[in-house]
């Protein structure tokens, strides 16, 4: 099971992009990453998700360098909605191990 | 579509109740789950079901007691409950096994749950 390491808070002025780390050193060959956000008082709910390089849809982006080792999680011109906690998961592909959410990255996004 | 439901929001226990959370979801997932999220903590994984009659132990799941009669519905049981379980309660479904990351899991809205 690849574990997981990202910073535990992170604070951004609206407007500004952010970009979260993950590391994961021992993502296996078939593992994907995916990324959760969880606002305050809700379920988690899936935001994006890549195998390499580059992915992107409404909410985020997701680069991925060529080993695979790390992700980084960008999010466009933040607002105070975007206020969040944000979970990095890398997955064993054979189903086999339950996955890890961690503790996240806690995103506060201030006026 | 509701999604995936859960009742009651929240409830207050005292030590030694027993009560059952609701879980129910109408999109047709095989795999359901239960997770606990304390304070400053991530969601730790209680136990999951593979689909009807089919379920198996999480990471933390002494103490709690699961069935699966049906797709829609995945009852989480407390039978003595203990102040150590007061925590916010997730139910969770999904297409495919919630142990891969690539299957997207869709989570209720929790159950705030306090054992005095």
């Known amino acids: 099971l690849a574990k997981t390491t990202q910073p535990i808070s992170m604070d951004s002025y609206e407007g500004q992009e952010v970009n979260i780390t993950c590391s994961h050193n021992?993502?296996?060959?078939?593992?994907?990453i995916t990324w959760y956000q969880q606002f305050p008082s809700q379920g988690p709910r899936f935001i994006i998700q890549?195998?390499?390089t580059k992915v992107t849809n409404e909410v985020a982006s997701l680069f991925i360098p060529a080993d695979r080792k790390s992700s980084t999680l960008s999010l466009p011109r933040v607002s105070l909605s975007d206020t969040a906690v944000y979970y990095c998961?890398?997955?064993?592909?054979?189903?086999?191990?339950?996955?890890?959410f961690g503790k996240g990255t806690r995103l506060s996004v201030i006026a | 579509n509701a999604g995936v439901t859960q009742t009651p929001k929240f409830q207050v226990l005292k030590t030694g109740q027993s009560m059952t959370l609701q879980c129910a979801q109408d999109?047709?997932?095989?795999?359901m789950s239960w997770y606990r999220q304390d304070p400053g903590m991530g969601l730790r994984l209680i136990h999951y079901?593979?689909?009807?009659?089919?379920?198996d132990q999480g990471e933390v799941p002494n103490g709690y007691n699961v069935s699966r009669s049906t797709t829609e519905d995945f009852p989480l049981r407390l039978l003595s409950a203990a102040p150590s379980q007061t925590s916010v309660y997730f139910c969770?479904?999904?297409?495919?096994?919630?142990?891969?990351?690539?299957?997207?899991?869709?989570f209720g809205p929790g159950t705030r749950l306090t054992v005095l």
């Open positions: 969770a479904s999904s297409y495919g096994t919630p142990h891969a990351s690539y299957n997207e899991q869709f």
């Open positions: 021992n993502i296996a060959t078939n593992d994907y």
């Open positions: 890549g195998y390499k």
């Open positions: 998961l890398v997955g064993d592909n054979s189903g086999n191990t339950p996955l890890v």
């Open positions: 999109m047709n997932h095989e795999y």
């Open positions: 079901s593979v689909g009807a009659g089919i379920t």
